[in-house]
């Protein structure tokens, strides 16, 4: 019903940049939150940043203040800009998106990020 397809991943040097976008279609309702987890090699799979509809945004402490979050709801399309990125940012990024009345959200397939010299 709702699909979720990531791009930007990488290879990127520690202290670079990246922008991870993320495309939602299908039957996507206007209130609703997107955001962002990542999961590193041997590591459960945690919340790094969400948005709602409204525009409220909520960080991992880890991420606090070297990313953000953004939305344009008139595309369906949510971003992440990561900033001084460093090794422990290693990992593959989900999309997620949920709404009211959803028993789970959906999930998109991924894009891998690898911070390495």
Known sequence: QVQLVES???????GGSLR???????SI??????GWYRQALGKQRDMVA???SGGSTNYA???????TISRDAAKNTVYL?????????TA???CYYTRAGLPRGYWG??????VSS
């Open 61 to 67: 402490d880890s991420v606090k203040g070297r990313f």
């Open 81 to 89: 800009q990561m900033n001084s990125l460093n090794a422990a940012d």
């Open 29 to 34: 309702f206007s209130i609703n939150t997107m």
């Open 50 to 52: 969400t948005i709602t």
């Open 109 to 114: 397939q991924g894009t891998q990020v690898t």
């Open 8 to 14: 930007g991943g990488g290879l990127v040097q520690p």
């Open 20 to 26: 991870l976008s993320c495309a939602a279609s299908g």
């Open 92 to 94: 593959v990024y989900y």
